[in-house]
Each structure stands twice: as structure tokens, then as C-alpha cells.
């Protein structure tokens, strides 16, 4: 297909490229079909692909209409619980604040006194301040990222990761323009368990993917039974 996107003369261009293919994916074929015999094995290959096409498509409609896709919380915790030694981390994962402000702002010794404080009072002044003055805040104390990702904002090449988790909750590091501030609230070390929350999409999936199975597997030992008994098979013994 053509993208609808584009300008009149890159879709001139994609027309003509489309065509081009086409013209030489058909000349090859006609190609095959005068010089190639239509063999018992390509017919077989032809009837096995169209079999197995079909038997995708139909269990693919009967899964849309009848295979329920939710799943609960419930469902997913106990999944967690029994197999949470699936879901190592093999990163370092934190939650905390991360602040970049300009280095020689007005406000950087008022936010640098304000952002490891936990009581309330504080942390609204710290929100007030950085919404007017820093360039980036970002607050994820409630979702966990990998620190490799907020270091990724921060100059400052960090050896041993796992070292300055177990030692400090903070990082303050400046260059000529800038003041970066990192608070961490909590830590999860890499070859640890992923916490709950942090997986649970990818244990929803696995959970959809085995109801998935399941019910084809019913589906299909239904629909044997169901022939048997109408006597639509026939077993032969030698």
C-alpha cells in the first residue's frame, strides 16, 4: 500500500515504485509458471498453506467473539507470587526525583535544601520551585525506572551502581550551566525480583496467552467429540 502521508510528488514516486515491484514480481512469476511443472510437492505446499491460513483466521474469529481478555488484579498478583523468580531484573531499578536547573539560577540553594526533605510542607515548596525554575522535574516516586535511564540525563559516570544505592540516597553533580539533583527514594538491585507493578503488562499478556491456549485446546477437543459422536470419524485399524 501507498502511505497517505506524503506530498504529491513522493506519492508519484511510491505509485511508481509500487508498480515496478508488482510488474517484476509478476514477470518472475509468469517466469516460473512456463518453466516450472506444477509438482505434486508444491501443490502440497499451496494446500498446506491454505489450510493453515484458514485454521489461523478461524480460530482468531472465534477467539475475538469468545475468549474473555480481562484479567484481574487478582489474577495477576498470584501469578507474580508463584513465579516471581521469572522476572529478574537485569538492571538497577529506583524511585525517587530527578532535578536539572540552571546551575547559577536564583532558586538552586533554595531547591538543593528542599529536595531530600519527606514532610509535606517541603516537598509543595520544592514543587512550586522547580515548576518555575528547573528545566527538568522529574518526579517518579511512585513508578519505578531504571537507573541507567536517569543517568542517562546526568553527567557523571557512575562505576559502581550497585555500590552507591547500598551507600547514598542522593546525587548532586554540576557542570558549567547546570545543577542536577538526584534523590532516591528506593532501590531494587539487579538479579533481584521485578517489582509487581513493574511487570505487570507482561504477566497480563502471559495470562491472555495461556487462556488462549487453553480454549483452543478445548475448542478443538469439543469439535472431535462432537464429530465422533455424529460418526463424521471413521477409525481404521490394519
Not at 179 to 189: G, R, S, V
Amino acid at each position: 500500500a501507498i502511505p497517505t502521508h506524503l506530498d504529491q510528488e513522493d506519492s508519484v514516486k511510491a505509485a511508481q515504485s509500487y508498480i515496478d515491484n508488482w510488474v517484476k514480481e509478476t514477470l518472475v512469476y509468469e517466469a516460473a509458471q512456463e518453466n516450472l511443472a506444477e509438482s505434486p510437492e508444491i501443490r502440497k505446499m499451496v494446500e498446506d498453506y491454505h489450510k493453515s491460513l484458514m485454521v489461523y483466521e478461524y480460530q482468531e474469529q472465534v477467539l475475538l467473539e469468545k475468549l474473555k481478555t480481562e484479567v484481574s488484579d487478582e489474577e495477576i498478583a498470584q501469578y507474580y507470587e508463584k513465579n516471581a523468580h521469572r522476572f529478574l531484573s537485569s538492571q538497577h531499578l529506583v524511585k525517587g526525583i530527578f532535578i536539572k536547573l540552571p546551575a547559577h539560577s536564583s532558586s538552586t540553594k533554595t531547591i538543593k535544601s528542599l529536595y531530600r526533605k519527606t514532610d509535606e510542607a517541603s516537598i509543595e515548596k520544592l514543587d512550586l520551585s522547580c515548576l518555575q525554575n528547573a528545566e527538568i522535574y522529574e518526579v517518579f516516586r511512585s513508578e519505578w525506572m531504571t537507573l541507567d535511564d536517569v543517568m542517562d540525563y546526568i553527567p557523571y559516570n557512575m562505576n559502581d551502581q550497585a555500590k552507591f544505592l547500598k551507600t547514598k540516597d542522593y546525587l548532586e553533580v554540576e557542570d558549567e550551566n547546570y545543577a542536577y539533583l538526584l534523590k532516591i527514594d528506593e532501590y531494587i538491585l539487579a538479579g533481584n525480583p521485578e517489582p509487581l507493578e513493574f511487570v505487570s503488562n507482561r504477566i497480563k499478556n502471559i495470562i491472555i496467552n495461556s487462556h488462549k491456549t487453553a480454549f483452543l485446546r478445548q475448542l478443538e477437543e469439543e469439535m472431535k467429540r462432537e464429530a465422533e459422536e455424529k460418526g463424521q470419524i471413521t477409525y481404521y485399524q490394519e
